[in-house]
């Protein structure tokens, strides 16, 4: 699981019917660096969201075959899901 912020929503014309009662959300991944600044360099993907997130709020998100877990893999054509929204982070440093 990784931690990410959404920065809009993506719009489909005719969604496949396994999808609907959720939306496709933006998402750009953050590494632990980049979560005190709140953003981060590496592209974006797309995440499926049945929980409501908002735009610029902090995920928590899964990819690859974990994505599909939670349905029946012949349900949901995902391959990465928004799993929890995030309130808040406490950032401490780790001595090496």
Known sequence: MRIGKTL??????EPHPAVRGGVFRLVVPLAAADLAAGDGPAEPLIAWDDLGAGEGQLVAFSEGGEAAQPFRPDEKPVDAYVAALLDSLDITEQSP
């Open 8 to 13: 809009g929503t993506v719009t489909l014309v």
